[in-house]
């Protein structure tokens, strides 16, 4: 059984900094893409950040929102990625979610090619 288990959200203030990590059981992501994304109520998922495969090395791409402060990675022998958040602004708050493809090593910023998720973790920043 597959499943995906992330952590590290939390309050914290605007400038400051956060770790999300995302565990994955059951499952191998070696040759495929792994993403970020992020809720708010009443909102569509949104893309944070993804990390795909290629025969020449990871691909990684940010939303434009929080690129230059988060920064994506994942460590294969302990099926872990984490977000690295910089720079926290109050409209970083939002559920944050790691996902996985479960037949694709490319990257996507579309929610709906995602097959595993995890939980959760919520991210709030205060002004």
């Known amino acids: 059984q597959v499943r995906f288990v992330d952590s590290g959200g939390g309050l914290v203030q605007a400038g400051d900094s956060l770790t999300l990590s995302c565990v994955a059981s059951?499952?191998?992501?070696?040759?495929?893409?792994m993403g970020w994304f992020r809720q708010v109520p009443g909102k569509d998922r949104e893309f944070v950040a993804g990390?795909?495969?290629?025969?020449?090395?990871?691909?990684?791409s940010y939303s434009d929102s929080v690129k230059d402060r988060f920064t994506i990675s994942r460590t294969q022998a302990a099926n872990t990625m984490n977000l690295k958040m910089n720079s926290l602004k109050p409209e970083d708050t939002a559920m944050y979610y790691c996902?996985?493809?479960?037949?694709?090593?490319?990257?996507?910023?579309?929610?709906?090619?995602?097959?595993?998720w995890g939980q959760g973790t919520q991210v709030t920043v205060s002004s």
């Open positions: 996902a996985g493809r479960s037949t694709s090593g490319v990257m996507s910023m579309e929610a709906r090619r995602y097959t595993y």
């Open positions: 059951g499952w191998t992501f070696t040759y495929y893409a």
């Open positions: 990390i795909g495969w290629s025969k020449s090395g990871d691909v990684i």
